[in-house]
T-cell receptor, first 114, second 112 residues
Framework: NAGVTQTPKFRILKIGQSMTLQCTQDMNHNYMYWYRQDPGMGLKLIYYSVGAGITDKGEVPNGYNVSRSTTEDFPLRLELAAPSQTSVYFC?????????????FGDGTRLSIL | GQQLNQSPQSMFIQEGEDVSMNCTSSSIFNTWLWYKQDPGEGPVLLIALYKAGELTSNGRLTAQFGITRKDSFLNISASIPSDVGIYFCAGPSGGSNYKLTFGKGTLLTVNP
């Protein structure tokens, strides 16, 4: 099982460029999440999805968009990259709600905006 | 929103020593989760706690759900070099069971 796969692993963007961070999971999980991790700041939820076709904002959604057309995929889109979006981005998935359903994380995408 | 405060922010210990870290909140949590993040990887769940006063072990790791439901503790006994990483506490927030709030983490360094 691959679990949660994120691509690319690293990317450098210029200010104003756009890009899509890819996330796919092969565990048939309904719930998927995007977090950003800044140094010393823990993880903050950007967007989440409770199933195909359903997405909602998390704590820090500004500057990002998501879509969920399939159960497996949950891409995160940056339309106009800004230096403040330099961060490590983690995608996660879980089978259902509840703390007893652990969130499985990918290995992250390290994004620098210059 | 709800916030989780972890302490200490970082620890430097010798191999073989025991480690204690904690997580506190001004709000009540119904579930406490402890994750570990190895360098260059995503967080991995270590222990989940569901009941006030609960004490749960996972190998050399033991975690407790505080009686007040506003804190949790993680202990690591007889530390080894592979214990190095960032330890995060987390809990469901905003009235949701699946939206997690994370603490800022405790960075653990183990000197062989």
């Amino acid at each position: 099982n691959a679990g949660v796969t994120q691509t690319p692993k690293f990317r450098i963007l210029k200010i104003g460029q756009s890009m899509t961070l890819q996330c796919t999971q092969d565990m048939n999980h309904n719930y998927m999440y995007w977090y950003r991790q800044d140094p010393g700041m823990g993880l903050k939820l950007i967007y989440y999805s409770v199933g195909a076709g359903i997405t909602d904002k998390g704590e820090v959604p500004n500057g990002y968009n998501v879509s969920r057309s399939t159960t497996e995929d949950f891409p995160l889109r940056l339309e106009l990259a800004a230096p403040s979006q330099t961060s490590v981005y983690f995608c996660a998935s879980s089978y259902s709600s509840g703390g007893n359903q652990p969130q499985h994380f990918g290995d992250g995408t390290r994004l620098s905006i210059l | 929103g709800q916030q989780l405060n972890q302490s200490p922010q970082s620890m430097f210990i010798q191999e073989g020593e025991d480690v204690s870290m904690n997580c506190t909140s001004s709000s009540i949590f119904n579930t406490w989760l402890w994750y570990k993040q190895d360098p260059g990887e995503g967080p991995v769940l270590l222990i989940a706690l569901y009941k006030a006063g609960e004490l749960t072990s996972n190998g050399r790791l033991t975690a407790q759900f505080g009686i007040t439901r506003k804190d949790s503790f993680l202990n690591i006994s007889a530390s080894i070099p592979s214990d190095v990483g960032i330890y995060f506490c987390a809990g469901p927030s905003g009235g949701s069971n699946y939206k997690l709030t994370f603490g800022k983490g405790t960075l653990l360094t183990v000197n062989p």
